[in-house]
C-alpha cells in the first residue's frame, strides 16, 4: 500500500494512502469511517419559498472530497398532499433518495446519520434536493459533513 504525508492548512501532518479504484491519495480513515487528522468540518442550511422544491449545495474542492455524515429535511404541513422526493447527489450522480409526506398538521422531518459517512466523488460538488411537498409547503434542507485533501 502506498503512503504518504501531506501538511493540511493547519500545518499538521496528515497520513494519506493510494486507493487505486479512484486512482488518488486519500486520508486515512478510522474504523468508524471517520478521518484521522487533516479534516475540516461543514454545515450548511437553506429554506425553500412557499410551494417550491428546496436545493443545497457544497462546492466542489478541487484535490478534496466531501463526505456527508447528516442529512435533514423538513417540510411544513399546509398542503403536502405530495410526497417529496429527497436526493443527494454527487456531482449529477443520485446516490441516496427516500420520500418524505408530511401526514401531520405540523409537518414532518427527516434525520439521517450515515452510520459510514457517503463518500462524494474527488473534485466533485454534493447536492441535498427535495421537490415540492403542496401549496404553502416550506422546505428546510440541512447537510453536514467534513472535507478532506485527497492531493497536495
Same mark, same amino acid.
Given at each position: 500500500?502506498?503512503?504518504?504525508?501531506?501538511?493540511? /492548512?493547519?500545518?499538521?501532518?496528515?497520513?494519506?494512502?493510494?486507493?487505486?479504484?479512484?486512482?488518488? =491519495?486519500?486520508?486515512?480513515?478510522?474504523?468508524? /469511517?471517520?478521518?484521522?487528522?487533516?479534516?475540516?468540518?461543514?454545515?450548511?442550511?437553506?429554506?425553500?419559498?412557499?410551494?417550491?422544491?428546496?436545493?443545497?449545495?457544497?462546492?466542489?474542492?478541487?484535490?478534496?472530497?466531501?463526505?456527508?455524515?447528516?442529512?435533514?429535511?423538513?417540510? &411544513?404541513?399546509?398542503?403536502?398532499?405530495?410526497?417529496?422526493?429527497?436526493?443527494?447527489?454527487?456531482?449529477?450522480? &443520485?446516490? =441516496?433518495?427516500?420520500?418524505?409526506?408530511?401526514?401531520?398538521?405540523?409537518?414532518?422531518?427527516?434525520?439521517?446519520? =450515515?452510520?459510514?459517512?457517503?463518500?462524494?466523488?474527488?473534485?466533485?460538488?454534493?447536492?441535498?434536493?427535495?421537490?415540492?411537498?403542496?401549496?404553502?409547503?416550506?422546505? &428546510?434542507?440541512?447537510?453536514?459533513?467534513? &472535507?478532506?485533501?485527497?492531493?497536495?
Amino acid at each position: 500500500m502506498d503512503k504518504k504525508m501531506i501538511q493540511d /492548512g493547519n500545518g499538521l501532518l496528515v497520513p494519506q494512502y493510494f486507493n487505486p479504484d479512484d486512482d488518488v =491519495f486519500e486520508v486515512i480513515q478510522g474504523k468508524d /469511517g471517520q478521518p484521522i487528522g487533516g479534516a475540516a468540518e461543514w454545515a450548511v442550511s437553506d429554506k425553500s419559498a412557499a410551494n417550491e422544491a428546496g436545493a443545497l449545495e457544497k462546492a466542489a474542492v478541487a484535490g478534496s472530497r466531501h463526505y456527508i455524515s447528516m442529512i435533514a429535511v423538513g417540510v &411544513t404541513a399546509a398542503d403536502s398532499a405530495n410526497a417529496a422526493a429527497i436526493t443527494l447527489k454527487d456531482d449529477e450522480t &443520485t446516490i =441516496f433518495e427516500i420520500n418524505l409526506k408530511s401526514e401531520s398538521a405540523e409537518g414532518d422531518v427527516v434525520i439521517y446519520q =450515515f452510520e459510514k459517512p457517503l463518500a462524494i466523488s474527488a473534485g466533485k460538488k454534493a447536492t441535498l434536493g427535495c421537490a415540492a411537498a403542496g401549496a404553502g409547503c416550506i422546505i &428546510t434542507l440541512n447537510m453536514a459533513g467534513y &472535507t478532506v485533501k485527497t492531493s497536495v
